[in-house]
């Protein structure tokens, strides 16, 4: 079945780096866009990051850029993303979807998330 | 900067129909911005509920719909029910780049 799932979070001293891992299985990864959408503890969703299905374009949210960097291996059918000088805020859950375009605009796919904890 | 708003809190009494709204800080939605709809439970990934508006995703029951009402789109849950209880995320998309999500509506059934 359709599989998004999410790997690499854990509990990291501010200013260091982390990569998340997103494997997805039961479709044809390369044909799909992906986001990153993060949740902080007791607060809504926010995106963070968006990758086309080819890996040629992508954005980031005003409060990563700079820090984040989103890619994919097609050929691995997984998506990353590196986390570098990690702060506080940096502190959520971290979700990958699925993203359906063009005619329909939304994310179908959802994993369960992978959590970071940015302490000292 | 585009905000989407969201009624923060509603309730509704169980067999009961709610309508949440999802509105632009600047404008007015419609079908354009193909609004979506997620629902989430605490400690769950979210679940998409609506897309393009009005369309169910697979397997929501048709107690959930999806429209446009005035200059908002809205989610109307009917005949709600104990496990309705969530949270629910509007997301418009934004031609110029990503999406935007809106703050969210914590829904209690009592």
């Known amino acids: 079945q359709v599989q998004l799932v999410e790997s690499g979070g854990g509990v990291v001293q501010p200013g260091r780096s982390l990569r998340l891992s997103c494997a997805a299985s039961g479709f044809t990864f390369r044909n799909y866009g992906m986001y990153w959408v993060r949740q902080a503890p007791g607060k809504g969703l926010e995106w963070v990051a968006l990758i086309s299905y080819d890996g040629s374009n992508y954005y980031y949210a005003d409060s990563v850029k700079g820090r984040f960097t989103i890619s994919r291996d097609n050929s691995k059918n997984t998506l990353f993303l590196q986390i570098n000088s990690l702060r506080a805020e940096d502190t959520a859950v971290y979700y990958c979807?699925?993203?359906?375009?063009?005619?329909?605009?939304?994310?179908?796919?959802w994993g369960k998330g992978t959590t970071v904890t940015v302490s000292s | 900067q585009t905000v989407v708003t969201q009624e923060p809190s509603f309730s509704v009494s169980p067999g009961g129909t709610v309508t949440l709204t999802c509105g632009l800080s600047s404008g007015s939605v419609s079908t354009n911005y193909y609004p979506s709809w997620y629902q989430q439970t605490p400690g769950q990934a979210p679940r998409t509920l609506i897309y393009?508006?009005?369309i169910r995703s697979s397997g929501v029951p048709d107690r959930f719909s999806g429209s446009i009402l005035g200059n908002k789109a809205a989610l109307t849950i009917a005949g709600a029910q104990a496990d309705d209880e969530s949270d629910y995320y509007c997301?418009?998309?934004?031609?110029?780049?990503?999406?935007?999500f809106g703050g969210g509506t914590k829904l209690t059934v009592l």
């Open positions: 979807a699925r993203w359906v375009g063009p005619n329909n605009y939304y994310m179908d796919v």
């Open positions: 997301v418009l998309f934004m031609d110029s780049g990503p999406v935007v």
């Open positions: 393009s508006t009005n």
